[in-house]
């Protein structure tokens, strides 16, 4: 049976790493290209040592034209703005693309400029995008030329209050989304706030309402309920290398109890293979190394309150993209996802 190629960009960070390290046990992929600026010549395994023996290419500098002749599919785990770049050539010369970057998840260009601080250098290409959550667009997924797979926190938060606002059940202004992060979150380059002195044993939230997953949430969360959703998100920082806490609260419509709530996230996600509906609070050990999404559900004075984790760079990254890929070639969903 011949095999899908298989290229990623950008696979010296850390959500390369762990495309690469799924890739690698993906019985239907042949990788064939990892890219990097920093690292060209060296072995992957050097760069990722738990890849030693797992990933046998060196890491290269290659164009879209070059990239386009070896691989069918290329995964990019560039960063924002970047990304792009590379993505819209490898579109024209016929690659299918999986972005992992934030390049084509917003529909309009002006708002990727008003959040992004820059104008978007490939336009052309945002109608193509799917966005890459395939609970809610597994069928458009198969069919997609590009995906735009989500940000990690919008991942949580989207999956939280989709059952929700589709089923019109919360009001759709003043949902508010408070989510816990890693310090994996923010990538491999070193910075001054992720330095190991500065974040152990230290917690704290960042850009307030203005984090860039915001419009990213509304805009989906907006198209499954018809109409506009805005919401109030505040992002932390806490001290642990993976996983996200996410707790989102809506005011309800109705009067529903826990096992209303609990009954209808089960059998929203009742096909959905990597979704665990839980009756107990989920902790973000229970989904990392994993590709699953833990949630529960509490009603409390009329609000909805649920409660989820799930692991940043797998369900919110890396794990999300190659279930993407299983959808868009015809593999089965948990293919090289199984824990
Ligand atoms: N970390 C997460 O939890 C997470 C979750 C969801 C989505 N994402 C998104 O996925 C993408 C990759 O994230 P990551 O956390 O894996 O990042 P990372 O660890 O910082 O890795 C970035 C990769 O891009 C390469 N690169 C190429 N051009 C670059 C440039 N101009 N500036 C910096 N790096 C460049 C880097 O390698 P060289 O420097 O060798 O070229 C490296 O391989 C980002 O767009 C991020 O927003 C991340």
Redesign the pocket.
């Known amino acids: 049976v011949s095999k899908t190629r298989v290229a990623v960009l950008?696979?010296?960070?850390?959500?390369?790493r762990e495309l690469l390290r799924l890739l690698a046990r993906h019985p239907s992929v042949e990788l064939v290209a990892v890219t990097?600026?920093?690292?060209v010549g060296v072995p992957v395994g050097s760069v990722h040592p738990t890849l030693r023996g797992v990933v046998n290419l060196k890491c290269e500098s290659l164009t879209a034209e070059q990239l386009a002749e070896r691989a069918e599919c290329v995964f990019s785990?560039?960063?924002?703005g970047?990304?792009m770049e590379v993505c819209g050539e490898l579109l024209k010369r016929d690659c299918r693309v999986i972005d992992?970057?934030?390049d084509y998840r917003l529909r309009d260009p002006n708002s990727f400029a008003e959040w992004y601080g820059m104008s978007h250098r490939d336009p052309e290409h945002l109608g193509l995008a799917v966005y890459g959550l395939p609970e809610l667009f597994g069928r458009e997924i198969q069919e997609a030329r590009l995906v735009a797979?989500p940000?990690?926190y919008a991942a949580a938060a989207i999956l939280a209050l989709a059952p929700l606002v589709s089923g019109e059940l919360i009001e759709l202004s003043g949902i508010v989304v408070d989510a816990k992060s890693g310090v994996?979150?923010?990538?491999?380059?070193p910075q001054a706030q992720f330095h190991f002195p500065e974040c152990n044993e230290n917690t704290f939230a960042y850009k307030p309402g203005t984090h860039r997953h915001t419009p990213e949430m509304e805009q989906v969360l907006a198209q499954l309920a018809g109409s506009p959703v805005s919401l109030l998100f505040v992002p932390h920082v806490v001290p642990m290398d993976r996983g996200i806490f996410a707790t989102t609260y809506g005011r309800l419509h109705g009067r529903y109890s826990q096992e209303d709530l609990l009954e209808l996230f089960r059998s929203f996600y009742a096909k959905a293979p990597f979704v665990r509906v839980r009756d107990e609070i989920p902790g973000t050990k229970d989904t990392v190394g994993t590709n699953y999404w833990d949630v529960t559900v509490r009603v409390v004075n009329g609000r909805v309150v649920v409660l989820s984790a799930l692991d940043?760079?797998l369900k919110?990254?890396s794990g999300t993209a190659v279930q993407n890929f299983n959808l868009m070639y015809g593999y089965p969903q948990p293919c090289a996802l199984e824990p």
């Open positions: 950008g696979g010296t960070g850390y959500t390369g990097s600026r920093q690292h785990a560039l960063p924002h970047v990304s992992l970057s934030a797979n940000g990690c994996s979150g923010a990538g491999r380059s940043n760079l919110g990254a």
